[in-house]
């Protein structure tokens, strides 16, 4: 696991393409994020967030006869429900800003992701036009912007309870 948070997604990018050519997922919008559904950091953030849980929870759980299944369905997963967005919204960030991903298994102009797209603007065929940039790139982190101020406390919550054990 930590192998993976050390190696960089770039490195993994023709391999990534081999597979998803393979997969027949090239030019489509779940190819863009196949390759991410597996996440190091998805795995040690809820690991930390479990670690945190009262033992007690689990064994009341167990007097009670429920099993392995039903602990995780019951306990584990309601208590890590802010671990959950916060990590949500830091994966969807992270590969909002991507560029190079979507550039390369993305094909048709047509489905091109907003990063990518903005690419366009910038062409120095036509000449720079910076107020067009500016409002496009405006656009782009909107969404972003809008997804943090709404969820700003559970975010905030969440990493200050996945710190403290």
Do not use: C
Request: cysteine-free.
């Amino acid at each position: 696991m930590l192998v993976q948070l050390m190696v960089m997604p770039e490195i993994l990018i023709v391999r990534n393409y081999q597979t998803l050519s393979t997969l027949g997922f090239v030019d489509t919008l779940f190819g863009i994020g196949l390759p991410y559904f597996a996440s190091a950091f998805a795995i040690f953030l809820l690991r930390q967030t479990f670690k945190t849980i009262p033992k007690e929870l689990i064994e009341a759980a167990q007097m009670e006869g429920a099993s392995s299944l039903q602990i995780l369905r019951h306990v584990y997963i309601p208590l890590a429900k802010l671990t959950y967005l916060a990590f949500s919204l830091v994966s969807i960030s992270h590969h909002w800003n991507n560029f190079l991903w979507p550039l390369v298994v993305r094909n048709s102009q047509e489905s091109r992701p907003l990063t990518v797209g903005l690419q366009v603007f910038s062409s120095a065929d036509q000449g720079i036009d910076w107020s067009i940039i500016s409002a496009a790139t405006l656009l782009t982190s909107a969404p972003l912007l809008i997804g943090f101020l709404i969820f700003q406390r559970q975010f905030v919550q969440s990493f200050m309870r996945a710190g403290i054990k």
